[in-house]
Structure formats: structure tokens, C-alpha cells
């Protein structure tokens, strides 16, 4: 079985821009949740989905979005790109509640310049 | 909103010294999770503890969860060169990360 998969690894991008970054989930994983992780420092929670529905957002800006699909599948949306945004973008699968972990991608490099 | 810090930030050990991280919350946690990240990795998953005063061991690595369930700990003894990483507690209520606890083991 494929773990979780994320794409793309790295990205480069100019402060403005938007970028989506994706996530395909282990198979019969219905929860998918994103962080952001800036080097060292824990990763930072920004949006869990569970049955296509958004289930939790943190403390991120509304430039922050994202959607689940029926395949569970995940996009991760940033509009108005700021340097500050650079970051490891980890996408993490769970079955349901996440009792038995959440089981984490490789994560997308991004860098804003 | 709920916080989670780690302690300590930084851990040098010669090898086969024991290690603790400690994770506090500043709310009670319906339970709480622990992972490791290598370096240039991403966490994953070691263990969730659930129930007050909860212990659990798996091999040199030892878990506890506080009475109060504000608390948790993990302790490696005889630490290994493949210990080294950055350890993260989670609190799955809204899952917010600890700020992890660097660990560097000296051969």
C-alpha cells in the first residue's frame, strides 16, 4: 500500500502568487489534515476534513484554503503568496478519529521569494 | 486557545545516556499523541496515550500521561545513535504539535 503521497516536493514560487498543493490519502483514510512547518518548529495544524467536510481550521489566514474530494483526495489552496509562507507543507491521513495516528506525506517544500 | 510546550528545547546526550521530554498543556486533553521526525523527515506516529496515569513501553522508549491529563512524558534509556530526532507530543483535541524536543546523541 502507498502511504500518504503529496505533491508537488518542492516549489517555488513570488510573493502574490497563489499555489495548491495536494495530498492523496492512504487507502480507506477519510480524514486528511495539513500543517504547515517552518524549520525548527512543530508542525502548525492548519485544516482536518473528515467525510469531505471541514472539521477543524487553525489560526491561519483566509488565504488559506482547502477542499477534500469524494476519492478523499486533498488540496491545499494559498492565494497572495507572502515570504513568510515558505514552509514544509505536511499533509497527514488518519482512519476516522485518528486513534491509531495520523500517518504523515514527505510534505511540499514551498519557498516564496 | 490550547497550548502545548516542550521541554527541553534541546537535548545532547553521549550514547547509552537516558533522555526525557516533557509536554505540558495548558487545558486537559481527551488524549495525547507522540511522534518523531528525523532530520530532512516528516513525524511519525509513535504512541497515544488516552487514560490518566496511562504507562506505556515500547522497547527503550517509556510514555506517560499525567494524572490530570495535562502532562505527558517520554523517556528513551540507553539512548542510540538512531534515537537522534525531534520529538513532538500532540494534543488530538484540536491537534496542536509541541514545539519538539531536539535530540542529539554523540557516539
Known amino acids: 500500500d502507498a502511504g500518504v503521497t503529496q505533491s508537488p516536493t518542492h516549489l517555488i514560487k513570488t510573493r502574490g502568487q497563489h499555489v495548491t498543493l495536494r495530498c492523496s490519502p492512504i487507502?480507506?483514510?477519510?480524514?486528511v489534515s495539513w500543517y504547515q512547518q517552518v524549520l525548527g518548529q512543530g508542525p502548525q495544524f492548519i485544516f482536518q476534513?473528515?467525510?469531505?467536510?471541514?472539521?477543524g481550521r487553525g489560526n491561519f489566514p483566509d488565504r488559506f484554503s482547502a477542499r477534500q474530494f469524494p476519492n478523499y483526495s486533498s488540496e491545499l489552496n494559498v492565494n497572495a503568496l507572502l515570504l513568510g509562507d515558505s514552509a514544509l507543507y505536511l499533509c497527514?491521513?488518519?482512519?476516522?478519529?485518528?486513534?491509531?495516528?495520523?500517518?504523515f506525506g514527505s510534505g511540499t517544500r514551498l519557498t516564496v521569494v | 486557545g490550547q497550548q502545548v510546550m516542550q521541554i527541553p528545547q534541546y537535548q545532547h546526550v553521549q550514547e547509552g545516556e537516558d533522555f526525557t521530554t516533557y509536554c505540558n498543556s495548558s487545558?486537559?486533553?481527551?488524549?495525547i499523541q507522540w511522534y518523531k521526525q528525523r532530520p530532512g523527515g516528516h513525524p511519525v506516529f509513535l504512541i497515544q496515550?488516552?487514560?490518566?496515569?496511562e504507562v506505556k513501553k515500547q522497547k527503550r522508549l517509556t510514555f506517560q500521561f499525567g494524572e490530570a491529563k495535562k502532562n505527558s512524558s517520554l523517556h528513551i534509556t540507553a539512548t542510540q545513535t538512531t534515537d537522534v530526532g525531534t520529538y513532538f507530543c500532540?494534543?488530538?483535541?484540536?491537534?496542536?504539535f509541541g514545539s519538539g524536543t531536539k535530540l542529539n546523541v554523540k557516539p
Open positions: 487507502s480507506g483514510h477519510k480524514s
Open positions: 476534513y473528515y467525510e469531505k467536510e471541514e472539521r
Open positions: 500532540a494534543g488530538t483535541d484540536k491537534f496542536y
Open positions: 497527514a491521513s488518519s482512519l476516522g478519529d485518528g486513534a491509531y495516528g495520523y500517518t
Open positions: 487545558t486537559t486533553l481527551s488524549n
Open positions: 496515550l488516552v487514560k490518566s496515569g
